[in-house]
């Protein structure tokens, strides 16, 4: 038994109607599909292996390059199936995996300098901007044409803003992200156009963009919850956004959260904004991501290297427990402890009750919480383990560390105490 000794901090948050929520400042529609990882595609051999193994961990949402210097080599010329790609496409589309496409570099023959840089990965894809607007427009409605059978969610470009993925200026990034959406939309009417992937914040080329919003549907950015000196915080874009009246989702496009939280050492930290952030888990960086109005997450990444979620069957495992219980919630509020050391964030589920997503931010602090006022609970761990809580005299008794729990089915009206 954990008795109240110290002081008691305590959150008592009622939600009466789970209809909309204020996101971001604006209102966002509730129990979207919230994960998603980046992925390399595999031969048409590993094909079946890699989706279930995806649809295994939880992930209903890939994003993956457009090859374009392979497809489209020369003027009029076009492979769609360059390496079994467009069978991949098809594949994962009918196992019914969300597929987010990205524009990233060309062929030469489009670029405005064919002699210019070229990637690290692939020396035929230029990474300088297209030539001109009728050349880029006719490869990218072929494209369109051809996979938007598969994709209706198309990213532009990467790190535009300074990570070395499109070797221009702001000004040719908003001209090609114009360009590029509006030949997309010249096919696809419905598609959603993903623009930025940005990880420098509030600079020219992010204020050119809202200046031009009708060229893009969501902003993408990259690590928010990492230090500084790694990616600028999701404040650094939602303060422009609120002051230009631009309302749009956030999805945050490459997420850092490789590890789980066995592998840390005693007193190791986890807290976002500083290195500990580089140190999270599958849970708690999703969990964050939401709670800062982000909509979706995509993490990074599934197979790039050796390291990748695809090989860590343990990190698998919490992304599974991370899809199957806080994809189809929405955000209500983080929970004030009194301690930056521990966390408890409170969302609404579908059914009308609420779920805890709560942890420490070192590893060895432990912190009790009394929920009060709840009946009958189910605890989740970050290993999947489940367990079904009753009450004892109107109150559960838990444990807060380092490794992220879940409990859900929690009573609106429930309070919930932190003991010091």
């Known amino acids: 038994m954990l008795p109240l000794t110290v002081a008691t901090f305590v959150f008592c948050f009622w939600f009466c109607s789970l209809q909309t929520a204020k996101v971001a400042g604006k209102t966002a529609p509730l129990f979207e599909e919230i994960l998603g990882t980046c992925v390399l595609l595999p031969t048409?051999?590993?094909?079946?292996?890699?989706?279930?193994?995806?649809?295994?961990?939880?992930?209903?949402?890939?994003?993956?390059?457009?090859?374009?210097?392979?497809?489209?080599?020369?003027?009029?010329?076009?492979?769609?199936?360059?390496?079994?790609?467009?069978?991949?496409?098809?594949?994962?589309?009918?196992?019914?995996?969300?597929?987010?496409?990205?524009?990233?570099?060309?062929?030469?023959?489009?670029?405005?300098?064919?002699?210019?840089?070229?990637?690290?990965?692939?020396?035929?894809?230029?990474?300088?901007?297209?030539?001109?607007e009728t050349s880029w427009s006719e490869v990218v409605r072929q494209i369109t044409t051809r996979f938007g059978t598969y994709c209706f969610a198309w990213q532009i470009g990467n790190e535009p803003d300074g990570g070395g993925f499109f070797r221009g200026s702001?000004?040719?990034?908003?001209?090609?992200?114009?360009?590029?959406?509006?030949?997309?939309?010249?096919?696809?009417?419905?598609?959603?156009?993903?623009?930025?992937?940005?990880?420098?914040?509030?600079?020219?080329?992010?204020?050119?963009?809202?200046?031009?919003?009708?060229?893009?549907?969501?902003?993408?950015?990259?690590?928010?919850?990492?230090?500084?000196?790694?990616?600028?915080?999701?404040?650094?874009?939602?303060?422009?956004?609120?002051?230009?009246?631009?309302?749009?989702?956030?999805?945050?496009?490459?997420?850092?959260?490789?590890?789980?939280?066995?592998?840390?050492?005693?007193?190791?930290?986890?807290?976002?904004?500083?290195?500990?952030?580089?140190?999270?888990?599958?849970?708690?960086?999703?969990?964050?991501?939401?709670?800062?109005?982000?909509?979706?997450?995509?993490?990074?990444?599934?197979?790039?290297?050796?390291?990748?979620?695809?090989?860590?069957?343990?990190?698998?495992?919490?992304?599974?427990v991370t899809s199957d219980w806080l994809n189809h919630t929405v955000f209500l509020q983080k929970v004030p402890t009194g301690s930056q050391d521990v966390t408890v964030y409170r969302f609404g589920q579908r059914n009308g009750r609420h779920l805890l997503a709560f942890w420490t931010e070192v590893k060895g602090l432990r912190v009790p919480l009394i929920l009060k006022g709840a009946d009958r609970v189910t605890l989740i761990t970050h290993k999947g383990a489940v367990e079904s809580l009753a009450p004892s005299n109107g109150q559960l008794r838990l444990v807060a560390d380092v490794c992220p729990k879940i409990v859900a089915g929690l009573q609106p009206h429930s309070q919930v105490l932190i003991n010091k």
């Open 44 to 132: 048409e051999k590993e094909l079946p292996s890699f989706i279930a193994s995806l649809k295994k961990s939880g992930f209903q949402w890939i994003q993956t390059d457009i090859p374009l210097s392979r497809i489209n080599p020369a003027p009029g010329v076009y492979h769609f199936n360059y390496n079994g790609f467009e069978s991949a496409l098809r594949m994962i589309h009918r196992e019914r995996i969300r597929i987010l496409l990205k524009f990233l570099g060309q062929a030469d023959w489009v670029s405005r300098d064919p002699t210019g840089p070229h990637s690290e990965w692939d020396s035929t894809l230029n990474l300088t901007p297209p030539k001109d």
């Open 170 to 320: 702001a000004d040719d990034y908003i001209r090609y992200l114009q360009w590029t959406s509006k030949a997309i939309r010249s096919v696809q009417k419905k598609s959603m156009i993903v623009g930025g992937e940005l990880f420098l914040g509030d600079t020219p080329l992010f204020r050119l963009m809202l200046e031009r919003p009708e060229t893009f549907d969501v902003l993408s950015i990259h690590y928010p919850l990492a230090p500084p000196d790694h990616a600028k915080p999701i404040e650094s874009y939602l303060r422009p956004m609120r002051e230009k009246g631009v309302v749009k989702p956030v999805w945050n496009t490459e997420q850092l959260a490789g590890i789980t939280c066995d592998y840390l050492s005693e007193g190791a930290t986890t807290h976002i904004g500083t290195e500990g952030g580089l140190r999270l888990s599958p849970l708690k960086a999703v969990a964050h991501c939401l709670a800062l109005g982000i909509e979706k997450v995509f993490l990074f990444s599934w197979n790039y290297d050796e390291n990748s979620i695809g090989y860590r069957p343990d990190v698998q495992t919490e992304c599974r």
